[in-house]
């Protein structure tokens, strides 16, 4: 007499499985920590800005609840049979990008950093399977063998680890979809189909404009210098990015200055009523930043505290009153005191004063 097979018992083979996982969770942390600092010192070396890179190893939760899901082809059955072999996100990475074209770029990274077990784009996935969804591309990477060879790495030779990369808005819409309660478009009703739908376009829309941004900035950018360059200086706006191709060029460059001193410089020369780049040389014309600097101080300054000296002279008693630290008792005097230097020096000290000038071709150049 035949006997009745008995169910497979799901509980039992989560709590085996969590067992064993338990007893190795700690050296998949390690193991994603170590494809992250991989990341992003590969990043940095190759220049690429991204957002974020975070690193995680799976939950003890999330790990029980995803080896007892039953098989989609058989739901009698688990659809993992050997959890730790068959589970390959158990070590995970997530790089988020600021640009949709900075997911090629990570691309070749990754391709150079590991090997590459299987490529995933989700865009193409969710497409076929008429789910609603955001894109990103997913990776199963593992070592390569020469830094497996090292003693740091040793550990992680046979370990593989899951590696996602999209963007913001794309991170934007992952983040959420675990709270959307449809999944197939089919049974979703018509009303909120066309907003899921068009929700998706916005996002896809508002990444390809971001990207737009992007390199009409970068345009921009060369315009600029291609002007400072060629004494173009009317048209140039004054911004940071264009105040640095400017002083680089007539001071010469000082790797010692930081983004944020062009910005801080460019913000209160439009305080003072400097528009373009030609009044800042109108303003300069006629003077020697290292002869002035010899004048005013015992030793030779850096790039930014040289074209202050070359305004302080071009505006007098002006560029004192308008300077932020005029507000600062202590540092108007010593801007006074740096002014007296200079009369004292026999340097003829101008008036100079920002005209009024408006013009709309003027190039602006956000940086």
């Not at 376009?201 to 508002?206: F, H, M």
């Not at 002083?247 to 373009?276: I, P, V």
């Not at 040389?281 to 002869?291: I, K």
């Amino acid at each position: 007499m035949a006997t009745t097979p008995q169910p497979f018992d799901f509980q039992a083979h989560r709590r085996r499985a969590v067992e064993q996982y338990q007893t190795v969770r700690r050296r998949y942390a390690e193991y994603s920590q170590s494809i992250k600092d991989i990341i992003k010192k590969a990043l940095t070396k190759s220049e690429i800005k991204v957002a974020s890179v975070e690193a995680r190893a799976k939950s003890i939760r999330s790990y029980g609840r995803k080896a007892s899901e039953p098989s989609d082809t058989d739901p009698s059955q688990p659809k993992y049979p050997s959890p730790m072999s068959q589970i390959t996100d158990l070590a995970g990475v997530r790089i988020i990008t600021f640009f949709p074209n900075t997911v090629s770029e990570v691309d070749r990274v990754i391709g150079d950093e590991f090997v590459v077990l299987e490529r995933i784009d989700k865009a193409a996935q969710l497409l076929e399977e008429e789910r609603f969804g955001y894109q990103s591309v997913h990776y199963l990477v593992k070592l390569k063998p020469n830094r497996t060879s090292l003693p740091e790495y040793g550990n992680f030779a046979d370990l593989v680890a899951e590696v996602q990369v999209r963007t913001i808005l794309q991170h934007a819409w992952a983040e959420i979809e675990h709270d959307i309660q449809y999944k197939s478009v089919k049974i979703i009703p018509a009303q909120i189909r066309r907003r899921f739908a068009s929700l998706a376009g916005l996002l896809e829309i508002a990444d390809r404009e971001f990207q737009a941004i992007q390199g009409a900035d970068e345009r921009l950018r060369e315009e600029v210098r291609a002007s400072v360059e060629e004494g173009k200086l009317e048209n140039v706006e004054v911004t940071p990015d264009a105040l640095k191709a400017y002083l680089d060029r007539k001071l010469g460059a000082d790797g010692r200055m930081t983004e944020f001193s062009y910005e801080w410089t460019a913000r209160y020369l439009h305080e003072m009523g400097f528009k373009n780049l030609l009044q800042i040389e109108e303003c300069v014309a006629g003077y020697g930043d290292d002869e002035l600097s010899r004048i005013v101080y015992p030793v030779r300054q850096g790039q930014l505290t040289r074209f202050e000296t070359l305004l302080l002279a071009g505006m007098g008693e002006y560029f004192v009153s308008k300077h932020p630290f005029s507000k600062i008792p202590g540092l108007r005097l010593h801007h006074r005191v740096l002014l007296d230097r200079l009369k004292i020096g026999g340097v003829e000290i101008k008036d100079y004063r920002p005209r009024e000038d408006n013009k709309e071709d003027t190039i602006n150049q956000n940086a």
